[in-house]
């Protein structure tokens, strides 16, 4: 290194290490600015809201969040997802606060369960939560030994729960009995919940100096004045938000099925094959998030596999009817906890098995129709004498001038049918005496 470079460094020295202070004092004053995240999280509950919500609240705890503030609107929804929530919030290290708003929201079913398993739990006015017995797929009655049994289960699993965290849990199993629901007043007066807050920054104010326990030990809240983050939904969450709609995956699965099923009847389509793989590729993405029944499952591939098998063997539309009725058991069956409402399978299994009829309809038709190309395909075709054939001479047929033979004389100008071919001659014989 020369004398002259030695400035040079000097100067990129002091420039780095200006840089690098400025970014510890920025990153130390961002630091140290106490916040709350919010994270919001309406409409039914899904593997999707289960995996947004475990995601804001480790977030919230590796930001060093005072707090992780779910405002929850919900009216329920799979009690394995609901599980998930719970044992996140009741794990966490950050202290959860659960606020039912704003004014018209509601936690219902599911979320009943939920609210009373934050550290804090709280309610906007003009809020409700309760009516939280459990149903079957599709809000259908479960049937009476196994409701029995679901609803012990639940009602002992809440009231726990509930009085872990110092509150009502002999409401809160009533609302499993006997699906009860009530104000947030009768709440905050019943110990349901804890305060009742006009919004988020009168929740901050009535937070203030209340003390929580976490899984990491006792916590003092300081929520006076601070700031609200609020956690963003990131695009694999809405992506999974979307998808884990069990009506949205079964059409997915449709779709994905009908592309490359079309795709394999009519190789070089490309555009329907494409379609279908990623559909069923978001659709299979979708399902290791649901409650998938196998058996559905097996009966929809039955049916493809049915449908496909139609185009070999001649069974006079019998496979195809087999196929439709085994695409419609399996996507009745296909969700277990979740149910694909009939309104949109019975329309989709129409359709998509009309589909599936159709163009394997259109592939036999094909398969069994004579070749119109190559050798095979020049047999019983008609053409033109260009040279008195007697016994050899030329036809124009197919497109193309041949050599042609034939037992009799045929002149010039008449007609001939193609009974044969050999090699690249032609047998024919006068289209009159045929």
Do not use: C
């Amino acid at each position: 290194m020369t004398v002259a470079d030695k400035p040079v460094l000097s100067v990129m020295i002091r420039f780095s290490a200006a840089l690098l202070f400025w970014f510890v004092l920025a990153g130390g004053v961002y630091a140290a600015e106490p916040f709350a995240l919010v994270i919001e999280l309406e409409g039914p509950i899904s593997p999707g809201t289960a995996s947004y919500l475990e995601r804001g609240i480790e977030d919230a705890g590796e930001r060093g969040a005072e707090a992780a503030v779910i405002r929850m609107d919900t009216p329920g929804g799979l009690v394995s997802s609901m599980r998930t929530m719970i044992k996140v919030i009741m794990n966490a290290d950050v202290p959860v606060v659960v606020y039912v708003g704003p004014r018209g929201a509601g936690a219902a079913s599911a979320g009943v369960m939920i609210t009373v398993a934050a550290h804090v739990a709280a309610m906007a006015p003009g809020t409700n939560i309760g009516a939280a017995h459990p149903v079957g797929a599709g809000g259908k009655d479960i049937e009476k030994t196994m409701a029995e049994k679901v609803v012990n289960d639940m009602a002992s699993y809440a009231r726990g729960i509930a009085e872990m965290r110092g509150r009502n849990g002999e409401w809160v199993e009533k609302a499993i009995r006997e699906s009860v629901s009530i104000t947030s007043e009768e709440a905050l007066e019943k110990k349901v919940v804890d305060l009742i807050a006009e919004d988020l920054k009168d929740l901050m104010r009535l937070l203030d100096g209340r003390e929580v326990t976490t899984n990491s030990g006792k916590r003092v809240l300081k929520t006076a004045g601070i700031t609200l983050k609020y956690y963003e939904l990131g695009f694999r969450d809405r992506i999974l938000k979307i998808i884990s709609d069990p009506s949205i995956a079964y059409i997915l699965m449709m779709i994905g099925l009908a592309g490359l099923y079309f795709e394999l009847s009519n190789p070089g389509a490309v555009f329907p094959g494409v379609i279908g793989a990623i559909s069923l590729i978001l659709a299979f993405y979708s399902m290791q998030t649901l409650p998938v029944n196998y058996a559905g499952l097996l009966l929809i591939a039955l049916a493809v596999i049915l449908f496909i098998a139609e185009i070999k063997i001649t069974s006079y539309g019998l496979l195809s009817v087999a196929g439709i009725i085994s695409l419609g058991l399996g996507s009745v069956m296909l969700f277990e906890d979740l149910g694909v409402p009939l309104r949109l399978i019975v329309p989709i299994v129409l359709v998509v098995g009309g589909f599936f009829a159709v163009v394997a309809g259109l592939a036999f038709r094909a398969y069994m129709s004579k070749p119109m190309a190559g050798a095979e395909g020049i047999v019983g075709e008609t053409g033109i004498v260009k040279e008195d054939i007697d016994p050899e001479g030329v036809v124009f047929a197919h497109g193309e001038r041949w050599r042609a033979v034939s037992p009799e004389k045929i002149s010039k100008g008449d007609k001939v049918i193609v009974e044969k071919i050999e090699g690249l001659i032609l047998t024919v014989k006068r289209l009159n005496n045929v």
